[in-house]
C-alpha cells in the first residue's frame, strides 16, 4: 500500500480527498460541465467515482489528490491518476470547478503529479484520455509534453490517447 502524498507547488496544495470535498465534486459531476468525462452524472455515479478516486490508493497505489490554492486553503479541483478495470492503462486525468479555470491551476498540479509518478512511483509510462472536442485538455496535456498514441488501447474508442514520458 502506497501512503497518500501531500505535494506542495508554488501556488497549490495537493491533497489527500476528505468527505468535505464530495459537495463541491458532485456539483461539478452532475454538470453540464462533466460531458467531457462522460457525463453529467447521477448522484449514485458520482459518488462511485468519488469513492472510487480515494480507493485506488489502497488498491493500485495511486489515486486522486484535491488541489487547493495554498495562500487561502481554496478548494479549486481534483488531479489523479485512475488505475483498474475501466482503464486499459494508468491515466492522468484532472478536473477543475468553473471558478479556477484558465488560471494554470490544473497544468500546475498535473505536472507535480507526474514529477511524483516518475520519480517516487517509478512509473515508466502515463496516459491521458481526452474527449477530441475537449480542446482545453488537450492542450493541457500537449503544455505537459505529452504526444498523441493512435495504437493505445481506450476505454471510448472517440477519446484520444495522450503519452506522457513513454
Known amino acids: 500500500m502506497t501512503a497518500i502524498p501531500t505535494l ?8 489527500p480527498m476528505s468527505v468535505d470535498d464530495w459537495e463541491p465534486y458532485s456539483a461539478l459531476m452532475l454538470s453540464e460541465r ?3 468525462m462522460g457525463g453529467p452524472f447521477s448522484v449514485r455515479a458520482a459518488w462511485g467515482m468519488f469513492c ?3 480507493a485506488q490508493w489502497d488498491l493500485f497505489g495511486a489515486g486522486a489528490l484535491m488541489l487547493e490554492e495554498r495562500n487561502n486553503g481554496i478548494l479549486l479541483g481534483q488531479v489523479g ?5 475501466l482503464f486499459p492503462e ?6 477543475v470547478f468553473p471558478e479556477a479555470e484558465g488560471r494554470g491551476y490544473a497544468f500546475e498540479a498535473a505536472f507535480a503529479l507526474l514529477h511524483w509518478a516518475k520519480n517516487v512511483r517509478r512509473l515508466q ?7 477530441p472536442q475537449n480542446d ?6 500537449e503544455r505537459l509534453g505529452a504526444t498523441l498514441d493512435g ?8 477519446d484520444l490517447v495522450y503519452r506522457h514520458f513513454a
Open 136 to 141: 482545453r485538455s488537450r492542450r493541457l496535456a
Open 90 to 95: 494508468q491515466e492522468i486525468g484532472w478536473l
Open 8 to 15: 506542495i507547488t508554488k501556488r497549490l496544495l495537493l491533497r
Open 81 to 85: 491518476i485512475n488505475s483498474g478495470p
Open 34 to 36: 462533466a460531458r467531457y
Open 151 to 158: 495504437n493505445a488501447p481506450r476505454p471510448d474508442p472517440t
Open 125 to 131: 509510462t502515463l496516459v491521458s484520455y481526452v474527449d
Open 52 to 54: 472510487a478516486d480515494h
